[in-house]
């Protein structure tokens, strides 16, 4: 059971959504006119449906100067609030514990030749699997805690015993980590683009995202799924962890899917928690501002008239 917010959830109802944000007519000239707060764009008849909504940037904000219970509320209300509304989605693999939703709006949905980096896995491909099939995507697998060898599951999939992180290194436990740019260079895909980029790595993301916002790996990723961990709920670690999620969104990154890990979850004083959080992410510097009205509506095709 999850409680997850996105278009399979709250924002399941989105056309109706955009309907009620576009209000459209007609001017003398008869090209169509999209108005939002009375700011209006034109955009040529027959441009097909609305794939996209840019709803706008999380406008929460946390400051040194709030309290403790202040910073978890404001922690907790910035992870739940979506930046983007994307009307076409699949949920692959489990439908629970182990899927993940994928936005398939405008350049999201992936063409083939498409590349997947999948971080932890545990046993369970079934993402892998599925995006594999369903788009024909070369898959990489990771997972240094499988006792498991490097080997090719099936003809799109690989799985390697690697881990992702902040550098590269042998843990004490024997696991070798690397970061993004070190596998990719490996595999030699540095400027090869990533359609879909999967982080599920046990606390280990905050270290990652440290460090590869610090690289422009990301401007060649398009869509991001990452299970942040916040069982740490002190006051300077919402604070750290708000301000590299603030840097993701200043690299482009935009969430239109929310979920809270149902199995860890507790109630507080100052409301729900979970230990762990699902969130998906579209990079938008991938979005055409051709195929866009308003500045954030963004349409499956155009047609000339």
């Known amino acids: 059971m999850r409680l997850s917010y996105?278009?399979?959830?709250?924002?399941?109802?989105?056309?109706?959504?955009?309907?009620i944000i576009l209000i459209v007519?007609?001017?003398?000239?008869g090209s169509e006119v999209e108005k939002k707060n009375n700011t209006c764009v034109e955009h040529p008849p027959g441009s097909g449906v609305v794939d996209l909504i840019v709803i706008g940037d999380t406008e929460v904000s946390l400051t040194p100067e709030m309290d403790e219970n202040e910073t978890?509320?404001?922690f907790h209300r910035f992870l739940s609030t979506?930046?983007?509304?994307?009307?076409?989605?699949?949920?692959?693999?489990?439908?629970?514990d182990g899927g993940w939703d994928m936005c398939l709006s405008g350049p999201y949905r992936p063409r083939g030749p498409c590349l997947v980096y999948s971080f932890g896995i545990n046993f369970d491909f079934s993402f892998d699997d599925a995006i594999s099939t369903t788009f024909g995507c070369t898959v990489r697998a990771f997972d240094p805690s499988m006792?498991?060898?490097?080997?090719?599951?099936?003809?799109?999939?690989?799985?390697?015993?690697?881990?992702?992180?902040?550098?590269?290194v042998v843990r004490s436990n024997g696991w070798t980590v690397k970061t993004l740019s070190s596998l990719l260079n490996m595999f030699n895909e540095s400027?090869?683009?990533?359609?879909?980029?999967?982080?599920?790595?046990?606390?280990?993301?905050?270290?990652?995202?440290e460090e590869v916002l610090g690289t422009t790996?990301?401007?060649?990723?398009?869509?991001?799924?990452?299970?942040?961990?916040?069982?740490?709920?002190?006051?300077?670690a919402l604070l750290r962890r708000f301000r590299l999620l603030r840097r993701l969104e200043d690299a482009g990154f935009r969430r239109w899917y929310f979920s809270m890990n149902m199995y860890n979850i507790y109630a507080t004083a100052l409301g729900v928690r979970s230990c762990c959080y699902e969130m998906v992410y579209i990079n938008v510097n991938f979005l055409d501002p051709g195929n866009a009205a308003c500045g954030r509506i963004y349409y499956s095709e155009r047609s000339s008239t």
């Open 6 to 19: 996105g278009v399979s959830a709250c924002l399941g109802s989105l056309p109706l959504l955009a309907i």
């Open 25 to 29: 007519y007609r001017d003398n000239s």
């Open 72 to 74: 978890n509320i404001a």
């Open 82 to 96: 979506i930046n983007v509304a994307c009307l076409k989605s699949v949920r692959l693999g489990n439908a629970l």
């Open 147 to 168: 006792d498991v060898d490097d080997h090719r599951r099936s003809p799109n999939v690989w799985f390697y015993r690697f881990g992702i992180g902040g550098s590269d």
């Open 191 to 209: 400027n090869t683009l990533i359609d879909h980029l999967k982080i599920d790595v046990e606390d280990d993301e905050w270290g990652w995202m």
């Open 217 to 236: 790996v990301l401007s060649r990723v398009k869509q991001l799924a990452i299970e942040i961990h916040a069982v740490d709920q002190t006051r300077a």
